[in-house]
């Protein structure tokens, strides 16, 4: 898996600003990808990361990066549970909701509109785009916005400086080890 990938997509995440990235990457097999995050996972136990394929056809995955202890404070807020609760998923166990996620994403190839809610979204805005079926927002940069434009604007800023803050230093040659901030 390329380090290059986990820093573009990853940072906010990495750095500990964000619950949860996604990303696509390219693997020789379904083998090597399971070894690959098998052993991404063992390095960055410590850390309290862990990164999980939602799905994988054809050589590619789309893989979710997240912090567990960050998604369990997420999934309990109640306007996230009561959305969580009406697509059938149990949000007060955060592990079998990353489980149901992927047998949702792999069921049929669809894309659930609650993945906000895993990737750190603000639970008003994902019910926002569900409710107005992605649209009448406020503004839109990592997600559309229907809640507190400023609050968002403030945090895309945040994220995108992040990023390229990590992206300098990867450059540079710090490891991903480094850039990552345990938590």
Not at 9 to 16: D, I
Not at 38 to 50: A, C, H, I
Not at 59 to 78: F, K, N, S, V
Not at 148 to 167: G, H, I, N, P, S
């Amino acid at each position: 898996m390329s380090e290059v990938l986990l820093i573009r997509h990853c940072s906010p995440t990495l750095a500990g600003l964000k619950t949860g990235s996604l990303f696509p990457a390219s693997f020789g097999s379904e083998g090597e990808m399971r070894r690959d995050l098998q052993d991404f996972n063992r390095r960055f136990r410590d850390k309290g990361v862990r990164i999980v394929p939602l799905r994988y056809s054809g050589g590619r995955a789309l893989l979710y990066l997240y912090r567990p202890g960050r998604l369990e404070r997420d999934l309990r807020h109640e306007t996230a549970r009561s959305l969580l609760e009406r697509y059938g998923y149990a949000p007060m166990l955060p592990g079998r909701c990353v489980s149901c996620l992927r047998q949702k994403m792999q069921a049929d190839g669809a894309f659930p509109h609650e993945v906000g809610l895993f990737l750190g979204y603000p639970p008003e805005d994902v019910r926002g785009f569900i409710e107005q079926g992605a649209a009448n927002y406020k503004c839109v940069g990592c997600w559309k916005v229907y809640g507190d434009e400023k609050q968002a604007r403030k945090l895309f800023a945040k994220y995108k400086k992040c990023t390229d803050v990590y992206c300098r230093q990867f450059a540079a040659g710090r490891s991903v080890e480094r850039l990552t901030v345990a938590g």
